[in-house]
């Protein structure tokens, strides 16, 4: 595991221990990450990032690689939180990264609107749909901004319909989605 591009490039991050973890490759997130900063949504330089459900912070770390302006880590699991701050102090402890302990189906208005949102829950816990509405209720996407689902392959995902979907690439046992809200 490491950091594909950016200003962190090549750096090495801790991996899980924990089996439950499972972490973003990083195939898929250069395959991502290509696809946003060339043009599915906002891109990433400048932009305001929550990393929901995080795991191992690879997602949201790789975004301050980029050039991301802040991004918000979301976990609830303590030793989770614990590698993210590990990996973060790899990267010197960017002092625009900011961490919540909590149920990331259940974050308020009250962390502010995002440019791009990471979802990536555990898989086939049917986490995807009521974490997008909850999305929408509390109102966290800026209004260009965009949504990046991922989600096991043979899940079967109905995205409310106040959202567009603007790509999905299928990646092994993987699926990620771009959304963004209808107008």
Not at 8 to 35: A, V
Not at 54 to 82: I, Q
Not at 150 to 170: N, R, T, W
């Amino acid at each position: 595991m490491r950091i594909i591009g950016g200003t962190y490039r090549g750096k090495k991050l801790i991996p899980p221990q924990d089996k439950n973890i499972r972490p973003t490759t990083d195939r898929m997130r250069e395959t991502l990450f290509n696809m946003l900063e060339h043009g599915a949504g906002p891109g990433i330089r400048g932009s305001k990032i929550l990393d929901l459900f995080a795991g191992t912070g690879a997602l949201g770390l790789e975004a301050l690689s980029r050039s991301a302006d802040h991004v918000t880590f979301v976990e609830n699991n303590h030793r989770s939180m614990k590698l993210i701050k590990e990996n973060a102090k790899l990267l010197g402890n960017p002092d625009n990264a900011s961490y919540l302990s909590m149920d990331a189906s259940k974050i308020s208005k009250r962390s502010g609107t995002f440019d791009v949102i990471f979802m990536d829950p555990p898989y086939r816990k049917d986490l995807v749909e009521p974490t997008l509405e909850n999305i929408l209720k509390q109102e966290l996407l800026t209004e260009d901004g965009i949504i990046v689902a991922e989600y096991a392959s043979d899940e079967e995902i109905v995205f409310p319909e106040k959202f567009e979907i603007l790509k999905s690439k299928k990646m092994g046992d993987a699926t990620f989605s771009i959304l963004m809200l209808s107008t």
